[in-house]
């Protein structure tokens, strides 16, 4: 069963400014649509399909391509619960919802 894209849109904080060749990297990992970088290069703008991955699958792509991440507290707390809110928003879209008056699935 194939979804319709489920675009997410995602400022990350990292560690060093991102240079532009490892931003190629990034941005060739399947189910990202852009990256860029903002301000000084220290945060990027990153734009995913939920429907292909989760912030949660990325993250370690993302290590893996050389883009080093923030290891400060609060950003880890931030990429936490946005890979927790992907898991819950990919869940919800593939729900089929019923209301009290359809009869469930014969299944």
Do not use: K
Request: aromatic share 4%; net charge positive.
């Amino acid at each position: 069963m194939t979804h319709a894209p489920l675009p997410r849109r995602l400022i990350l904080a990292l560690d060093s400014a991102a240079d532009p060749t490892t931003l190629a990297r990034v941005a060739a990992i399947a189910g990202i649509a852009e990256i860029s970088p903002n301000d000084d290069g220290r945060r990027v703008t990153l734009s995913y399909d939920l429907n292909r991955a989760t912030l949660g699958e990325l993250e370690p792509l993302l290590t893996a391509a050389g883009l080093v991440l923030s290891r400060r507290r609060l950003h880890r707390w931030r990429r936490g619960w946005a890979a927790f809110q992907d898991d819950n928003i990919r869940s919800n879209t593939r729900l089929r919802h019923q209301c009290c008056c359809t009869p469930p699935d014969q299944r």
